[in-house]
């Protein structure tokens, strides 16, 4: 009798991150008996933050964020997938890819993971009390002005927001080692200034969830959020006691959903797992059309692929958040991947942060960030 096959997997704590590794783990286990995948989870804040060697010698299968993947990219600490002899099925998901999510984890020409969740700052409303979402940044400031808009802001999302705005402004963000001019610096930072000063203070301490949170659980709450991850399951109908509206976010002038930068979520291989073939396996299964837009979306999933997108039950289920959403997906930007970036990321997200408290000027606060961000590169 061939030996029991253990598999231990690392995901992050929200029901729309751990809740479908669980179902489809227990679904690939069904049809592979002997094995067994166990999930552990750790804090969103944690699951953009710790570094991937700190987890690698423990679990098998892993759900990365692609920023990291330049770090370890020379490392050998996960699996290349695109070394297993599975081309065909790489070339297929690559062409099911919502806008770059796939390639995001691409790079020194090895995939390093799969695409399993997508996500970027989109718009969201409260049905019951807009009709509709502003689409230029004029209305959305003429609406935070009446007390309707908040949007999360903690140190990582301040920074998301800042490179989101430089980008739609059509400025050339991170192209070589400078980040942006000084100039369009100060340009974006004082368009956040101004908007985060007629917005409840509490949302320099809410991430997306706490947002959406906000909004989809308490009556006086926003009623509108311009940028934030998206959550399909805030619009579901019974996750929460007022069901959100997502939609595309909003540009400067005509420029429309342009720019906003590009999370989601991808499936690795631990190089150092003992079962590589059977782990890669389940990492494939459940990237595939197939489970995502079935189990997968089903379990609370977001899916990154394409089919999952089109699929008239995903979005029936969703209050059509990925038709709705889709231009701003495809259109969002892949931020930096170089060994060093998530350095800057830590380190730029407190420095923006600082400003919009006011405890930095715009000045002090651009000369710092771009600092900061040509020493990523020491």
Known sequence: MAEPVQLRGMTWDHSRGFDPMV???????????GVSIT??????????????????????????DHPHVGEVARSGLLLA?????RDGELEQLAAQSVGASHPSYEFDDHQWALAIDAATPVACYRADRLNEAPAKWADVVDLAR?????????????LMTFLGLAV???????????????????DVLEALREIVALMNPRCLSLDPIGIYEWMGRQAKAPSYSPFGYGYTNYSREGYCRFPLVFCDAPGFGDNGPRGTVIGGTGIAVS??????????????????????KGLFFNAGGQPANAVAWDDDACNAASRDF????RRTLETSWLRPRHDGYMRFQEEGGDIVHACLRGDAGVGETADRLLTAYGRSFS
């Open 81 to 85: 997938l695109n070394g297993l002899g």
């Open 146 to 158: 009446a007390g309707e808009v908040g949007f999360a802001l903690i140190p990582i999302n301040a």
């Open 322 to 325: 990925f038709r709705n959403t």
């Open 168 to 186: 739609n402004k059509g400025y050339a963000v991170a192209e070589g080692d400078q980040l942006v001019t000084r100039v369009e610096a100060l």
């Open 271 to 292: 190089a150092a797992s003992r079962h590589k073939e059977i782990a890669a396996d389940y990492a494939f299964s459940i990237a595939s059309a197939e489970c995502q």
């Open 23 to 33: 179902a489809t783990s227990e679904a690939f286990a069904a049809e592979h008996p």
């Open 39 to 64: 999930w552990e989870r750790r804090s969103l804040q944690a699951f953009a933050d710790r570094p991937i060697e700190e987890m690698a010698g423990s679990y098998d299968l892993m759900v990365i």
